[in-house]
């Protein structure tokens, strides 16, 4: 009886020395928001170019609520981006072509994270097709990022209009070590 307790201690504890709380990971979608202003144009065809404020990025990814930091941060992908307008009288978003967003910081310059390349007529809020590249290159720079939005124009604009873009980013990560 006394053996069978040792081998049932001795596994017991060979299995639990292998539990390491430094290596529990955990996965999470962090969201943010960009509001645009697009001024009145009437040219067609002319590029409306755009760039977010700067982010940090600890922030953006919401690190800290999530028990974790930049550098245990293992995967950061793009996994959504949504273009919609908040204007609310009867705009639509048929003066886009085409749209493309890119991350960007000065270390690394730009990635594409998602494009429509034929917007839809009618329409007042659009899932971009997203490149489901990885990112984890903005996080270890160090570097604030920010998003730089390139539209087509299908026609032109005689308003101001209003539109948000949203992201969404999975990540995975190390969590803090629960000493």
């Known amino acids: 009886m006394l053996k069978r307790m040792m081998i049932w201690a001795v596994a017991a504890a060979l299995a639990f020395s292998g539990c390491n709380k430094d290596t529990a990971t955990v996965t999470f979608f962090a969201r943010d928001k960009t509001d645009v202003t697009i001024p009145?144009?009437?040219?067609?065809?002319?590029?409306f170019v755009f760039q977010s404020p700067t982010y940090n990025i600890t922030e953006l990814l919401a690190l800290n609520s999530n028990s974790t930091s930049p550098d245990r941060v293992k995967s950061v992908i793009g996994d959504g981006l949504n273009v919609a307008v908040l204007d609310t009288s009867g705009t639509n978003l048929d003066f886009i072509k085409h749209i493309t967003i890119y991350?960007?910081?000065?270390?690394?310059?730009?990635?594409?994270?998602?494009?429509?390349?034929d917007v839809p007529l009618g329409l007042t809020s659009l899932d971009l097709d997203v490149n489901k590249v990885e990112l984890i290159q903005y996080v270890q720079s160090g570097s604030p990022v920010s998003f730089r939005f390139e539209a087509g124009m299908r026609n032109g604009i005689t308003k101001e209009t209003n539109v948000r873009v949203s992201y969404r980013f999975k990540v995975k990560a190390l969590l803090f070590d629960k000493k």
Do not use: H, M, R, S
Request: charged letters at 20%; zero cysteines.
């Open 103 to 117: 991350v960007y910081n000065e270390t690394l310059g730009q990635t594409k994270l998602a494009e429509k390349t």
């Open 40 to 47: 009145p144009t009437v040219a067609i065809d002319l590029p």
